[in-house]
């Protein structure tokens, strides 16, 4: 299996703040890398699929990239309703394997 | 409306059975990638199974002939059968619908979620 590196697993941060989270991954997985949102009691929400493309109706704060193995979310200012867990995705091989999540704090 | 509703879940004793079902509108399930995802309480996010859009079907190694994934076309539903439950299967399943970009699959629709909890 493909495992993922996701850090940090917690952080926190203040509303307008940038904030960085990275996956890596044990080999290369080209671009089948999804981040998804979750807030507490909630299913997840996808906001980046294929390492870069924002879902439709995802605001544009949110981005992705890919350099090799290591991909990253970016907010580039969070707002109060940014604050949740964040989990990286592949599906370059079944199982689409997940990272562990990176949980946002209000500092 | 387009939506993913889940049902099924409870107490169950380990060792048990149990069918989770998930009844999906304004799509059709036998044209899409359908996935059972679980969710330990308080841990991360896990793939159980996937119905493939060509009839294939996956299990992860942990479920693996305990549990069965199928389609029901006339209630346009996906279910999963669980038999020989065990503690490490108490989870919130979500019954989720992959699109496909490119030959990445990514979950663009998901369910509320259904607890189920194993414990005597």
């Known amino acids: 299996d493909i495992q993922m590196t996701q850090s940090p697993s917690s952080l926190s941060a203040s509303v307008g703040d940038r904030v960085t989270i990275t996956c890596r991954t044990s080999?290369?997985?080209?671009?089948?890398l999804n981040w998804y949102q979750q807030k507490p009691g909630k299913a997840p929400k996808v906001l980046i699929y294929?390492?870069?493309i924002l879902q439709s109706g995802v605001p544009s704060r949110f981005s992705g990239s890919a350099s090799g193995t290591d991909f990253t979310l970016i907010i580039s200012s969070l707002q109060p309703e940014d604050f949740a867990t964040y989990y990286c995705?592949?599906?370059?091989?079944?199982?689409?394997?997940f990272g562990g999540g990176t949980k946002v704090e209000i500092k | 409306e387009v939506q993913l509703v889940e049902s099924g879940g409870g107490l169950i004793q380990p060792g048990g059975s149990l069918r989770l079902s998930c009844a999906a509108s304004?799509?059709?399930?036998?044209?899409?990638?359908m996935s059972w995802v679980r969710q330990a309480p308080g841990k991360g996010l896990n793939w159980v199974s996937l119905?493939?859009?060509?009839?294939?079907?996956y299990y992860a190694d942990s479920v693996k002939g305990r549990f069965t994934i199928s389609r029901d076309n006339s209630r346009n539903a996906l279910d999963l059968q669980m038999n020989s439950l065990r503690g490490d299967d108490t989870a919130v399943y979500y019954c989720?619908?992959?699109?496909?970009?490119?030959?990445?699959?990514?979950?663009?629709?998901w369910g509320r979620g259904t607890l189920v909890t194993v414990s005597s």
């Open positions: 080999q290369s997985i080209r671009n089948y």
């Open positions: 995705q592949q599906s370059y091989s079944t199982p689409g394997t």
């Open positions: 294929s390492a870069s």
């Open positions: 119905f493939y859009a060509d009839g294939r079907t």
């Open positions: 989720a619908r992959s699109a496909d970009h490119g030959g990445n699959l990514y979950f663009d629709l």
């Open positions: 304004g799509f059709t399930v036998n044209s899409n990638y």
